[in-house]
T-cell receptor
Framework: EPEVTQTPSHQVTQMGQEVILRCVPISNHLYFYWYRQILGQKVEFLVSFYNNEISEKSEIFDDQFSVERPDGSNFTLKIRSTKLEDSAMYFC?????????FGPGTRLTVT | KNEVEQSPQNLTAQEGEFITINCSYSVGISALHWLQQHPGGGIVSLFMLSSGKKKHGRLIATINIQEKHSSLHITASHPRDSAVYICAVRREDTGNQFYFGTGTSLTVIP
């Protein structure tokens, strides 16, 4: 069964550093998403991406965040200057005909 | 403001019991998604529905668009069903953005 993969599974970084979270979507899916889940809280939408550009973004997705599909397969989320409050699980998801498929997540810890 | 409300927040059941988890939403939607989040954090899609009812194994999901309500039922519950069950809606006015409930934590005791 096809699956969404994410790397790394866990990243620890210092405040102010840049991080790049990577996702390999399911190959024939067209919509890609990033979500985050702060520990103990609900999942929150960050951004959706279609046809190599952002289609929607939430208020959380400010200038510190960016997404791109650098090589036609990977889908990345970059946080330019991490803050303590960016510590969370970050999930990538892609949409098929009927359902969203979630990756296993990257746990980001900012110290 | 929570567009999506789930109840109960926590649920403990004996193995074999029939379980119902409820989801109410306050906005017009184009689809509703039921998800399962395991203790390790991974999220699995269970159902995406926009009307009626879907069944997969011991899981049944229903939605009533007029009442803005959906239910997830688990028949013959098993300890491996223990997880957080999350309802998410795609608003009809915001394209593909999903709004998530806070989840229902289910524990099934042997």
């Amino acid at each position: 069964e096809p699956e969404v993969t994410q790397t790394p599974s866990h990243q620890v970084t210092q405040m102010g550093q840049e991080v790049i979270l990577r996702c390999v979507p399911i190959s024939n899916h067209l919509y890609f998403y990033w979500y985050r889940q702060i520990l103990g809280q609900k999942v929150e939408f960050l951004v959706s991406f279609y046809n190599n550009e952002i289609s929607e973004k939430s208020e959380i997705f400010d200038d510190q965040f960016s997404v791109e599909r650098p090589d036609g397969s990977n889908f990345t989320l970059k946080i330019r200057s991490t803050k303590l409050e960016d510590s969370a699980m970050y999930f990538c998801a892609t949409t098929g005909v009927y359902e969203q498929y979630f990756g296993p997540g990257t746990r980001l810890t900012v110290t | 403001k929570n567009e999506v409300e789930q109840s109960p927040q926590n649920l403990t059941a004996q193995e074999g019991e029939f379980i119902t988890i409820n989801c109410s939403y306050s906005v017009g939607i184009s689809a509703l998604h039921w998800l399962q989040q395991h203790p390790g954090g991974g999220i699995v899609s269970l159902f995406m529905l926009s009307s009626g009812k879907k069944k997969h194994g011991r899981l049944i999901a229903t939605i009533n668009i007029q009442e803005k309500h959906s239910s997830l039922h688990i028949t013959a519950s098993h300890p491996r069903d223990s997880a957080v069950y999350i309802c998410a809606v795609r608003r009809e006015d915001t394209g593909n953005q999903f709004y998530f409930g806070t989840g229902t934590s289910l524990t099934v005791i042997p």
